[in-house]
């Protein structure tokens, strides 16, 4: 069982929130599933870069913080789809926010990354 080397620091808001949300794809994940992009293959798609592995260890992260929910049809070949909770869909307009802000400085923030 993988055990944190570093303990959790939940004292305050940000530091709930960076936990629930760390993750390279969370942020891309949440948007997508809320767009209606819910099957796995078509979130790959949508995120080609994330490998196929990842995106399922993110997507778990995700259904335990319970931001979103799995569910599983019994269908040969198995069929599965995400959606966003209730609590999940409460995300949208930070995240919403959060992409007007980056869209708003695009060109300075472009010029900090790439220095």
């Known amino acids: 069982m993988y ?3 570093i303990p959790l620091n939940l004292n305050c808001g940000l530091d709930l929130i960076g936990e629930v949300l760390y993750g390279k794809w969370k942020i891309r994940l949440l948007w997508f599933i809320n767009e ?3 099957r796995p ?3 790959q798609r949508k995120i080609p870069d994330a490998s196929r592995r990842v995106l399922n260890m993110q997507l778990k992260e995700l259904e335990k ?12 070949p ?9 609590f999940g869909k409460t995300l949208i307009p930070v995240i919403s ?3 007007e802000w980056g869209d708003k400085n695009e060109e300075r923030l472009r010029n900090v990354i790439t220095k």
């Open 36 to 38: 209606g992009n819910k």
């Open 65 to 76: 913080h319970e931001l979103v929910s799995r569910k599983v049809y019994a269908v040969v």
């Open 78 to 86: 198995p069929k599965v789809e995400y959606s966003l909770t209730d």
């Open 3 to 5: 055990e944190r080397k």
């Open 41 to 43: 293959s078509e979130l």
């Open 97 to 99: 926010l959060m992409g």
